[in-house]
């Protein structure tokens, strides 16, 4: 199993970033696929999901209505739109896939499939 995170930059405060994910190894419209990040001297924090069932998008508050994410089955690829960025987004960016139940996807223990990261930099 391989997950490969690209897209990672510097960036100022209020544009934007696209990350994408390629995945391979396992079957993949049969996992929710996930961003997490981790800013340094911090825990691994949800960001976005996409359930594997009802193909909804779900994400942390922080990033509501600034990041979108999605997912091509076709090309095994998961996407990370992120608009308005802020300094506050600054982290290393991971996507992650897992086959947990909806109740589970925004905790990072539940997921055994991660990508290597790719660091985001917003400066102010």
């Known amino acids: 199993v391989q997950l490969q995170a690209s897209g990672g930059g510097l960036v100022q405060a209020g544009g934007s970033l696209s990350l994408s994910c390629a995945v391979s190894?396992?079957?993949?419209?049969?996992?929710?696929v996930a961003w997490f990040r981790q800013a340094p001297g911090e825990e691994r924090d949800f960001v976005a999901a996409i359930y594997k069932g009802n193909r909804r998008e779900y994400y942390a508050d922080s990033v509501k209505g600034r990041f979108t994410i999605s997912r091509d089955n076709a090309k095994n690829m998961v996407y990370l739109q992120m608009n308005s960025l802020k300094p506050e987004d600054t982290a290393v960016y991971y996507c992650a896939a897992t086959t947990i139940v909806l109740s589970g996807i925004r905790y990072s223990t539940n997921y055994g499939h991660w990508g290597q990261g790719t660091l985001v930099t917003v400066s102010s």
């Open positions: 190894g396992i079957t993949f419209n049969a996992y929710t």
